[in-house]
């Protein structure tokens, strides 16, 4: 029997974040089959997509004389400037090929133009609700399996946040990759082991 008080979270798998993507993710493209057997064993699955609107205020192109991968402050803190990439319905923000998408439910983020959203529970404020947690909690589902991309930006914020709200929370390395900014891969790492994120 699968544990109905258990979903999968898979983040992000989308066509910018792999191969020749606008934000591709070494090794994005190597998890697909991995993430796709391991849906068999969840009662729940939920997909997640990073879903701009043209012009966000994460895209280096809309900052005079910033490139992508440069650091801005925003209202709500410092900000990676990114490459254009997910924008809602086109080609680059689609589920990437292969991937099974028969799942629960699929969670959109980072629709708000003056905010990015990297958690799949709140937006980069660290306070604007996605409505995810209501939905878990409705349903009873108190422990949350993570795979996907990136795991040193959305899964590690996803699962960050969801450990501090109280799940049950666990990251399957090997079914996920990095962006690896600055050492940016072991620091989330150390961050989600502190924040009681189990990694086997
Ligand atoms: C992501 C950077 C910008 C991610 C999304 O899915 O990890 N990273 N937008
Ligand atoms: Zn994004």
Same mark, same amino acid.
């Given at each position: 029997m699968r544990d109905r008080t258990h979903a999968l979270l898979v983040i992000d798998m989308q066509n910018d974040f792999i191969a020749d993507g606008a934000l591709a993710v070494p &090794? &994005?493209?190597?998890i697909v089959d991995g993430i796709n057997a391991l849906m068999d064993d969840f009662a729940t699955v939920i997909l997640t997509q990073d879903w701009h609107p043209a012009g966000h205020s994460s895209f280096a192109s809309q900052h005079p004389g910033k490139s992508p991968m440069e650091m801005t402050e925003m209202p709500y803190g410092p900000q990676v400037l990114w490459p254009d990439h997910c924008v809602q319905g086109r080609k680059g923000a689609e589920f990437v090929p292969g991937l099974r998408t028969d799942g629960d439910l699929i969670i959109r983020k980072g629709f708000n133009p003056a905010i990015d959203s990297y958690s799949a529970f709140f937006e980069n404020d660290h @306070? @604007?609700? @996605? &409505?995810l947690e209501g939905y878990l909690r409705t349903r009873g589902i108190d422990k949350l399996t993570m795979v996907g991309l990136a795991l040193d930006f959305c899964v590690n914020y996803s699962a960050q946040d969801a450990a501090r709200l109280g799940f049950d929370v666990t990251l399957r390395p090997d079914l996920s990759a990095a962006i690896d900014l600055d050492g940016s891969r072991d620091a989330s790492m150390k961050d989600m082991e502190n924040a009681g994120v189990r990694l086997p």
């Open positions: &090794g &994005g493209d190597q @306070t @604007t609700p @996605t &409505g």
